[in-house]
Nanobody
Framework: QVQLVESGGGLVQAGGSLRLSCAASVPGRTFISYTVGWFRQAPGKEREFVAAIAGNNYIWYADSVKGRFAVSRDNSKNTVYLQMNSLSPDDTAVYYC???????????????WGQGTQVTVSS
């Protein structure tokens, strides 16, 4: 059973930065075989794709975060990071990391999810 734990959320002023971490426990398989995606869900809205990184470091970003957010992974630590810069109140949401086998930006393609971490950006 893959387990994912997000950390690093919090309250930040507009224009500020946060770095989220997603630590994975992947018994029976190597972490590099998983694509890890970041998603977010604001109150009253659907969960939406933010960024994803495959084991070979292929990366894709949502247009809304391109140029501001950066995803990376450290396979030796079974951890994926999401560096978020130039944050705006529109980025306020619960951020989730998810793991799946194939590269995808679709929520239903990911079988394992973390519990989420709250990011609040004040104006």
């Amino acid at each position: 059973q893959v387990q994912l734990v997000e950390s690093g959320g919090g309250l930040v002023q507009a224009g500020g930065s946060l770095r989220l971490s997603c630590a994975a426990s992947v018994p029976g398989r190597t972490f590099i075989s998983y694509t890890v995606g970041w998603f977010r869900q604001a109150p009253g809205k659907e969960r939406e794709f933010v960024a994803a990184i495959a084991g070979n470091n292929y990366i894709w970003y949502a247009d809304s975060v391109k140029g501001r957010f950066a995803v990376s992974r450290d396979n030796s630590k079974n951890t994926v990071y999401l560096q978020m810069n130039s944050l705006s109140p529109d980025d306020t949401a619960v951020y989730y990391c998810a793991a799946g086998g194939a590269f995808s930006i679709v929520t239903t393609d990911y079988g394992y999810w973390g519990q989420g971490t709250q990011v609040t950006v004040s104006s």
